[in-house]
Nanobody, 123 residues
Framework: QVQLVESGGGLVQPGGSLRLSCAASGVTLDAYAVGWFRQAPGKEREGVSCITLEDGRGFYLDSVKGRFTISTDNTKNTVYLQMNNLKPEDPAVYYC????????????????WGQGTQVTVSS
């Protein structure tokens, strides 16, 4: 019954930065991990990053490794995705879910997708 709400997207120039937030509302998030996913127009959703909540270890898709950093603030029930050096392939709607998924998620099942937060990269 936990609800995850994404925010922090916006319009940035190539090479710019954004910090996305994934906030759990209603009840404290009860999960082993939280993952960030994205979907660009005409493309399938893909997992780009996740964090294991017990130890705070982050995992990243190769295409974002070194540019994105995932972190948590347990007092706020929030997971962040710091996105630096944004590139033309990064624009998409970004979503969070209480699971890890890297790359293709075609064979994974999700009960619900929130509205996500839009990231736009433009000169």
């Amino acid at each position: 019954q936990v609800q995850l709400v994404e925010s922090g997207g916006g319009l940035v120039q190539p090479g710019g930065s954004l910090r996305l937030s994934c906030a759990a509302s209603g009840v404290t998030l009860d999960a082993y991990a939280v993952g960030w996913f994205r979907q660009a127009p005409g493309k399938e959703r893909e997992g780009v990053s996740c964090i294991t909540l017990e130890d705070g270890r982050g995992f990243y898709l190769d295409s974002v490794k070194g540019r994105f950093t995932i972190s948590t603030d347990n007092t706020k029930n929030t997971v962040y995705l710091q996105m630096n050096n944004l590139k033309p392939e990064d624009p998409a709607v970004y979503y969070c879910q209480p699971v890890c998924g890297m790359g293709s998620i075609a064979h994974m099942t999700f009960d619900y997708w929130g509205q996500g937060t839009q990231v736009t990269v433009s000169s």
